[in-house]
């Protein structure tokens, strides 16, 4: 599977931004999809992820209630909507698949990974 994040940039704080994943993969559908980050210094971290078919969606509570994770199974493409944008949500993003049920809040689950698009949100 090939993942390619796009979207990310400068914002202020209190805007909003939205990624995009696309993925060549034959059969889109049968991979949950997750949005993991990476600030200078820390580790890589969760940040959302939903279930193949879009039913379950999973946040990590520094997101919940400013960030959505959607999908488009037609376009191969899974989003994540940011609003209320933080200094704190300064990061690289990556987008990732996995073919595994379980938890998706580790990075254990998800077999490929996208290049990383860069959010910068200045205060």
């Known amino acids: 599977v090939q993942l390619q994040a796009s979207g990310g940039g400068l914002v202020q704080a209190g805007g909003s931004l939205r990624l995009s994943c696309a993925a060549s993969?034959?059969?889109?559908?049968?991979?949950?999809m997750g949005w993991f980050r990476q600030a200078p210094g820390k580790e890589r971290e969760f940040v959302a992820a939903i279930s193949w078919s879009g039913d379950n969606e999973y946040y990590a509570d520094s997101v919940k209630g400013r960030f959505t994770i959607s999908r488009d199974n037609a376009k191969n493409t899974v989003y994540l909507q940011m609003s209320s944008v933080k200094p704190e949500d300064t990061a690289v993003y990556y987008c990732?698949?996995?073919?595994?049920?379980?938890?998706?809040?580790?990075?254990?689950?998800?077999?490929?990974w996208g290049q990383g698009t860069q959010v910068t949100v200045s205060s």
């Open positions: 990732a698949a996995s073919p595994f049920s379980g938890s998706y809040y580790s990075d254990q689950l998800f077999v490929s």
């Open positions: 993969v034959g059969i889109f559908s049968n991979y949950a």
